[in-house]
């Protein structure tokens, strides 16, 4: 069975960092390419970052370029957002989801229909 689960959210003063986790079990990491996503309230979800099942591949949107890092360590399975110089405006319901690809695969997905599993997702708030 196929489950991603994020961890590290919480509450965060603006300027402040957080790294939160995806912890994927049941498959191969090498094999799925990793994407963030976050949904506000009264908002649509919005894609943050992802990358490729190699890890040789990533992308951000415009609104988080040179803030968020995303990383990934198949060895354990687990891709890594970090997030510096938090806003306000970051507060959301973050969530990871996973597409299969071929093997190590550099190919990255921004879209959250590109991507077949979700984990339940992590509050984040940032707030003085």
């Known amino acids: 069975q196929l489950q991603l689960v994020e961890s590290g959210g919480g509450l965060v003063q603006p300027g402040g960092s957080l790294r939160l986790s995806c912890a994927a079990s049941?498959?191969?990491?090498?094999?799925?390419?990793i994407g963030w996503f976050r949904q506000a309230p009264g908002k649509e979800r919005e894609g943050v970052s992802c990358?490729?099942?190699?890890?040789?591949?990533?992308n951000y949107a415009d609104s988080v370029k040179g803030r968020f890092t995303i990383s990934r360590d198949n060895t354990k399975n687990t891709v890594y957002l970090q997030m510096n110089s938090l806003k306000p405006e970051d507060t959301a319901v973050y969530y990871c989801?996973?597409?299969?690809?071929?093997?190590?695969?550099?190919?990255?997905?921004?879209?959250?229909?590109?991507?077949?599993?979700w984990g339940q997702g992590t509050q984040v708030t940032v707030s003085s």
């Open positions: 990358i490729s099942s190699s890890g040789g591949s990533t």
């Open positions: 989801a996973a597409r299969r690809t071929t093997y190590n695969s550099n190919s990255y997905y921004s879209r959250a229909y590109e991507y077949d599993y």
């Open positions: 049941g498959f191969t990491s090498g094999y799925y390419a």
